[in-house]
């Protein structure tokens, strides 16, 4: 079964960095896309980032851009959010999706077709 674990989140100040994994396991990691979406108190779940397994291109939301970087280690079937300059509006709960789209926008295919997602870890950033 497709199975995918969030881990290393919990309470930073504004400004600090953090680094969100997302383990995966249960499906042949080459042929998805990976990617980060997050979900803040009150608000609907929002794109964030996402990689492109097959040739390893990354793609950015405008919440995700600028600050944010996606990678992932295939050995490990693992990906990462690394996240700096952290704002206390990107206080959410971030959680990892696997992709399997084959739209001709890849961009926007890795970011919204989001098929499986982990439970989550939680971000919050104090200000």
């Known amino acids: 079964e497709v199975q995918l674990v969030e881990s290393g989140g919990g309470l930073v100040q504004a400004g600090g960095s953090l680094r969100l994994s997302c383990a995966t396991s249960?499906?042949?990691?080459?042929?998805?896309?990976i990617g980060w979406s997050r979900q803040a108190p009150g608000k609907e779940r929002e794109a964030v980032a996402c990689?492109?397994?097959?040739?390893?291109?990354?793609y950015y939301s405008d919440s995700g851009k600028g600050r944010f970087t996606v990678s992932s280690d295939s050995s490990k079937n693992t990906v990462y959010l690394q996240m700096n300059s952290l704002k206390p509006e990107d206080t959410a709960v971030y959680y990892c999706?696997?992709?399997?789209?084959?739209?001709?926008?890849?961009?926007?295919?890795?970011?919204?077709?989001?098929?499986?997602w982990g439970k989550g870890t939680l971000v919050t950033v104090s200000s």
């Open positions: 999706y696997a992709s399997t789209t084959r739209l001709d926008d890849y961009e926007v295919g890795c970011l919204y077709e989001q098929n499986y």
């Open positions: 249960g499906f042949n990691f080459d042929g998805y896309a």
């Open positions: 990689i492109a397994n097959s040739d390893g291109m990354t």
